[in-house]
């Protein structure tokens, strides 16, 4: 008598639940990497506003004028900007000074409706004595 030798491999059963795991295992890669991308554009995005504004805020006193006001100009790099300034107001304080302090803060925008976002910063200058 003969004794049959059984055949190596996989049933179609454990084929289906390795490509049900496989599946969903690069399902959850996939939501990682589109976080880690998502995350890396809003960090660029970032970072280019930081430097918009502080740059925006360096201009104060050459490009924009050290008086009260709002200040602004054309987009750029697809980021808006506005800068502020405001006669600061010491409250009750001793100290006298013969310049006249300006708290500058210099807005940079993008994004639309409810996904705008925007980066400030804000400074102490001294303008010209009264």
Known sequence: MRRRRRQGGFS?????????????????????????????VLSGALSRAAALAEARLNAVGLEIPLVPGSYTGDPEDGLGWEVFVVPYEPGESAWESPFTPYVVTAVARWGEGAREREVSLTSLRLGEPL
Do not use: K, P
């Open 12 to 40: 179609l059963l454990e084929v289906l639940v390795a490509f049900a795991v496989l599946s969903l295992t690069l399902g959850v890669l996939m939501q990682v990497f589109s976080r880690a991308v998502n995350t890396t």
